[in-house]
């Protein structure tokens, strides 16, 4: 299973990064998803990479509008991990950031939490104003 980590409290405009790493197998066979949810709210998609082995370019990456210009994510092939660099946070950025995965030939989706088939516990983000 997935897990995060670098999560944190900052103020709004600052910067952090999150890590999602998976044990026992390589990421590159995942498409991986960065999800979010705030209190009360619905679970929702943040950003998402496609496998890195996919026959079409492994870069390909999906953001949801909220976050696009601000959010970038990207792979460590030797790490075997799966970045979500956050900039210029806001406090509606504010949620617990889940990452998940799924075994894959291609594509990955920000829309639907029922494509990804392992989810990692969260890490927490606060953005204060």
């Known amino acids: 299973h997935p897990v995060e980590s670098g999560g944190g409290s900052v103020q709004s405009g600052d910067s952090l990064k999150l890590t999602c790493t998976v044990s026992?197998?390589?990421?590159?066979?995942?498409?991986v998803g960065w999800f979010r949810q705030a209190p009360g709210k619905a679970r929702e998609g943040v950003s998402c990479?496609?496998?890195?082995?996919?026959?079409?370019?492994?870069?390909?990456?999906y953001y949801a509008d909220a976050v696009k210009g601000r959010f970038t994510i990207s792979r460590d092939f030797v790490k075997n991990a799966v970045y979500l660099e956050m900039n210029n946070l806001k406090p509606e950025d504010t949620a617990v950031y889940y990452c998940?995965?799924?075994?894959?030939?291609?594509?990955?989706?920000?829309?639907?939490?029922?494509?990804?088939?392992?989810w990692g516990q969260g890490t927490q983000v606060t953005v204060s104003s």
């Open positions: 026992g197998d390589k990421m590159d066979f995942y498409a």
């Open positions: 990479v496609w496998p890195a082995l996919a026959s079409t370019a492994s870069t390909n990456t």
């Open positions: 998940a995965a799924v075994r894959a030939s291609e594509d990955c989706t920000v829309r639907s939490t029922f494509y990804y088939d392992y």
